[in-house]
């Protein structure tokens, strides 16, 4: 923790045992700090001035209007049970990963420090199924270990829930996860902090470190103004290794498909940094390693960083890249669309067991199928059945009508681009070069 600042002092035990809040109190003979002052002070420490995201986050800071009452004594509710421990990943690439459960970036190395600042997500039902418990469960979170070998992880952050009747819960949590012995505290589960509301589009920050063998969690709601300061007593078994950071999104309790991830808005870490005791070593999210969740034979997510920052965002239905060929088989899959030009729609695949119909520009090659009942003038033929989905475009279109297909080959171009469109015929993302989006039957 920064020492030019003075030193700590206890505030108050919390309802928990060995959690303990704390405040940070000027040098001998300075004046006292301010709510503003306090919380850049403690929040940035060795990280301020260190770079321009940090400098403006400390600006923002200080020209809030913080409450009298701004600094809380968190009252905990540990949630026995529910653990946000990185499942085994599987690696794509030098620096991509897959997993069931975290989306998002991690840096190895020897930490002390991890900071970030985001808005909370919104979160919705999705098209996936849901959860063991019936709903979908997310969290957002930063935090120290917990990856690279690691068995224990300092963590604090938002969860975001969404049950079957689209009834959205957002609360913000700490967990210092070891694995449970005899004399583990209660913080080594969920620990919800029931005193501090949030609702969706709060910009919350993060500061996790480690000093003296103690763990340190600072949390904080800036449009709520208010924050808490805690030290913990470390759980038995946790190394303080500092071998990991990490700015997550989270399919908590090891994932996908036990906890089903809810649709959500983007995640944009907009400052997200860490640094060993000193500050002497910085960590940046867009150096590290990139971790995306997988479930249902798809990326349920997709990552991007950049300097000091990065964005988690959900991939809804129907934009599922695959590789340049794939196979659709219609008694376990649905297709949504696939497009061979920016804004043409190539290909459309109905959710109906019966039948397929499929429209194709002459340039795709379908495998075994003869192109026949081509369409006129700018639009498409009337559906058949009801049930059928319309789509129009702008260019005529060959109409293919297969009757009960079992199996379904499609390849089409390497530098082919993409449009994805959703149940409603509306566009949802454009991209390239996969070819075919199969979505599994909820």
């Not at 689209?166 to 700490?174: E, K, L, M, R, V």
């Not at 991830?261 to 867009?286: C, I, Q, W």
């Not at 030009?341 to 379908?366: S, Y």
Request: charged residues 20%; glycine residues 10%; aromatic residues 8%.
């Amino acid at each position: 923790m920064p020492q030019d600042i003075g030193s700590f002092s206890a505030l108050a035990e919390t309802n928990i045992s060995g959690a303990t809040a704390i405040q940070w109190l000027p040098k001998d003979g300075d004046k006292p700090l301010s709510h503003a002052e306090a919380i850049a002070s403690e929040l940035l420490g060795p990280l301020d001035g260190a770079d321009g995201r940090v400098a403006a986050l400390r600006r923002r800071l200080l020209d809030r209007d913080w409450p009298d009452d701004a600094r809380i004594v968190p009252r905990l509710a540990p949630q026995v049970g529910v653990t946000h421990e990185l499942t085994s990943r599987e690696q794509v690439t030098d620096t991509d990963f897959t997993s069931n459960n975290w989306a998002g970036s991690t840096i190895a190395g020897t930490w002390a420090i991890a900071m970030g600042t985001w808005r909370v997500p919104a979160v919705s039902i999705p098209s996936t199924p849901a959860g063991n418990d019936g709903g979908w469960d997310s969290s957002s979170w930063v935090g120290i270990d917990g990856a690279y070998g690691s068995s224990d992880v300092l963590q604090a952050g938002v969860q975001q829930s969404v049950d079957a009747n689209g009834s959205a819960t957002y609360i913000p949590w700490y967990e210092w996860f070891a694995p449970e012995v005899d004399g583990s505290p209660a913080y080594i589960f969920q620990t919800n902090i029931e005193n501090m509301p949030i609702e969706p589009g709060d910009e919350v920050f993060a500061r996790l470190a480690y000093q003296n063998g103690q763990g340190f969690v600072m949390f904080g709601n800036v449009d709520r103004g208010l924050y808490f300061n805690i030290q913990l007593a470390p759980p038995p078994g946790a190394s303080l290794n500092g071998n990991s950071l990490e700015w997550i999104v989270e399919a908590p309790n090891s994932g996908e498909p036990g906890t089903s991830l809810p649709r959500f808005t983007p995640v944009d870490f907009s400052v997200a940094v860490g640094s060993n005791a000193d500050g002497t070593v910085g960590a940046d999210p867009n150096t590290g390693d990139t971790t995306n969740i997988s479930a249902f034979g798809r990326s349920l997510t997709s990552v991007t960083t950049a300097m000091d920052s990065l964005t988690v965002n959900y991939l809804d239905a129907g934009f599922f890249p695959l590789p340049g060929s794939a196979v659709f088989d219609h008694t376990t899959q649905q297709l949504a669309a696939v497009s061979r030009a920016p804004g043409n729609l190539d290909l459309h695949v109905l959710e109906r067991p019966e039948r397929v119909e499929r429209r194709l520009l002459p340039a795709a090659r379908v495998g075994g199928v003869r192109p026949h009942h081509p369409a006129v003038g700018g639009g498409i033929p009337r559906p058949r059945k009801p049930g059928s989905v319309r789509h129009r475009v702008r260019q005529p279109r060959v109409v293919h009508v297969l009757e009960r297909p079992r199996r379904l080959e499609l390849t089409c171009g390497a530098s082919t681009n993409l449009t994805c469109i959703n149940a409603e015929g509306s566009p949802v993302n454009t991209v390239a070069p996969p070819d075919l989006f199969p979505r599994p039957r909820p």
